[in-house]
C-alpha cells in the first residue's frame, strides 16, 4: 500500500473506529484496553490492548487472525472469544483494512490487560446458555463478506450497512426484545421497526434526538447500554444518519414482542 493510499486508509479507519463501530467502548479511549463487564457476580471482562505496544494481543495479528476475531468472534488459536462478532459479521473487507491500518498507527500503549473471570452468576448464565458466546450466535461463517461497503449516501443499501452494529441487541428484523448474550440487568432492546411498538410515531428529527442526546420524543432518557452509543452517534455524519433512518423506516413492522 502506497503512502498516499495509507492515509486515505487511515482517515476511513478513524471515522469507522470513532462513529460507527465503537471499539474505544471496550478497549478504551487509546485501545490500550477497557472495561467491557465488572459486575461482581457475573466478572470482569475487560476488553484488551490493541496498540502495537507491548501487552498487546494484536502485535503479530495476520489479515486472517483479525477477520475471525473481528468478524467470526474466534481467537488465533481457535477458542471462542468475547468480543460481540455478531455485531460486525456485516463489515466489508475495505472496512477491516481501514480499521487495522488505522489501529497499527495508533501509539504503543505498554499494558498487559487481565483475562477474563467469571463470577458465579457468569458461570450459571455461560452454563444455561444466558450469556452467549458471539461465535455462536452468528447463523453462518462461511457466507463471504463484501469486498466493499454501498457507496454512502441517501439510500435504503446504505442505511441497512449501517443497521448491522444494531441487531446484535435489537436483533435481525429489529423488533428488539430480551438482549441474547448481555447483560441480564440491561433493559429489553427497543423496537427499530415502524409499528406503534417502535418508532411509527417518530419524527426523524426526534430520532436524531435519541441518537445525538439520549433522550426520547417523551423526554426520558435513553438507558445502557444505548448511552454508550452516543458519543459515537455524534460523530455519524448527516448522510449515516439520513441512510439509516431511510433503512429503518423501510423495514417490515414487528409489533408486541415482549
Not at 444455561?128 to 441517501?154: Q, W
Amino acid at each position: 500500500m502506497t503512502e498516499p493510499a495509507r492515509a486515505v486508509a487511515f482517515e476511513r479507519g478513524k471515522h469507522l473506529v470513532q462513529a460507527r463501530y465503537g471499539c474505544t467502548g471496550c478497549h478504551g479511549p487509546d485501545f490500550g484496553g477497557g472495561i467491557m463487564i465488572d459486575a461482581p457476580p457475573i466478572g470482569r471482562i475487560l476488553g484488551p490492548n490493541l496498540t502495537p505496544g507491548s501487552g498487546s494481543v494484536t502485535r503479530q495479528y495476520r489479515p486472517a487472525d483479525w477477520d475471525r476475531i473481528v468478524r467470526h468472534g474466534i481467537k488465533p488459536d481457535g477458542t471462542p472469544a468475547l468480543m460481540p462478532s455478531q455485531d460486525f459479521r456485516r463489515m466489508s473487507d475495505q472496512e477491516l483494512s481501514d480499521i487495522i491500518v488505522f489501529l497499527e498507527n495508533q501509539p504503543p500503549v505498554n499494558k498487559t490487560v487481565p483475562p477474563p473471570s467469571l463470577g458465579p452468576l457468569g458461570n450459571i448464565l455461560l452454563a444455561t446458555g444466558r450469556f452467549t458466546l458471539s461465535a455462536d450466535l452468528i447463523d453462518s461463517h462461511h457466507t463471504p463478506h463484501p469486498l466493499t461497503p454501498p457507496e454512502a449516501g441517501l439510500t435504503i443499501e446504505f442505511g441497512r450497512h449501517l443497521a448491522a452494529t444494531c441487531m446484535g441487541c435489537h436483533r435481525a428484523d429489529l423488533g428488539g426484545g430480551p438482549i441474547v448474550g448481555g447483560d441480564p440487568s440491561w433493559p429489553p432492546a427497543a423496537n427499530l421497526t415502524p409499528s406503534r411498538d417502535g418508532l411509527g410515531e417518530w419524527t426523524y428529527t426526534q430520532f436524531v434526538t435519541a441518537m445525538r442526546k439520549g433522550r426520547r420524543p417523551d423526554g426520558t432518557g435513553l438507558r445502557t447500554p444505548m448511552t454508550e452509543v452516543i458519543p459515537f452517534a455524534r460523530k455519524m455524519t448527516e448522510t449515516e444518519l439520513q441512510a439509516l433512518w431511510s433503512y429503518l423506516r423501510s423495514v417490515e413492522a414487528v409489533d408486541g414482542r415482549e
